[in-house]
């Protein structure tokens, strides 16, 4: 699977932007799309996941309300739709693909659980 991210750029705050991550390959097997951000000196972190099939997300605590995520099936693309932007915010934001059935509280929220990540796209977001 090659997942492929864009749409990153400046933005005031308050501001919004969209992201978008397109998958290719043999996203057959693909079970769940996640987004990580991972902003200068700190670690990796958790934003938001959805199932393939659409009918499952998960949403960390800081991007409630704020951020939404939706997939087109016709083109296997995820986006990220993000309002309200923080410079908080500000990080590289990176897509990923998990293969294959997972179990366990939470485990959207690992990085480890997921096999394939596309480049990153930078957002910062100015003050």
């Known amino acids: 699977v090659q997942l492929q991210a864009s749409g990153g750029g400046l933005v005031q705050a308050g501001g919004s932007l969209r992201l978008s991550c397109a998958a290719s390959?043999?996203?057959?097997?693909?079970?769940?799309l996640g987004w990580f951000r991972q902003a200068p000196g700190k670690e990796r972190e958790f934003v938001i996941a959805?199932?393939?099939?659409?009918?499952?997300?998960y949403y960390a605590d800081s991007v409630k309300g704020r951020f939404t995520v939706s997939r087109d099936n016709a083109k296997n693309t995820v986006y990220l739709q993000m309002n309200s932007l923080k410079p908080e915010d500000t990080a590289v934001y990176y897509c990923?693909?998990?293969?294959?059935?997972?179990?366990?509280?939470?485990?959207?929220?690992?990085?480890?659980?997921?096999?394939?990540w596309g480049q990153g796209t930078q957002v910062t977001v100015s003050s």
């Open positions: 959805i199932s393939w099939t659409g009918d499952s997300t």
């Open positions: 990923a693909a998990a293969a294959g059935f997972r179990y366990g509280s939470d485990w959207y929220a690992s990085g480890k659980e997921y096999n394939y």
């Open positions: 390959g043999r996203t057959g097997s693909t079970y769940y």
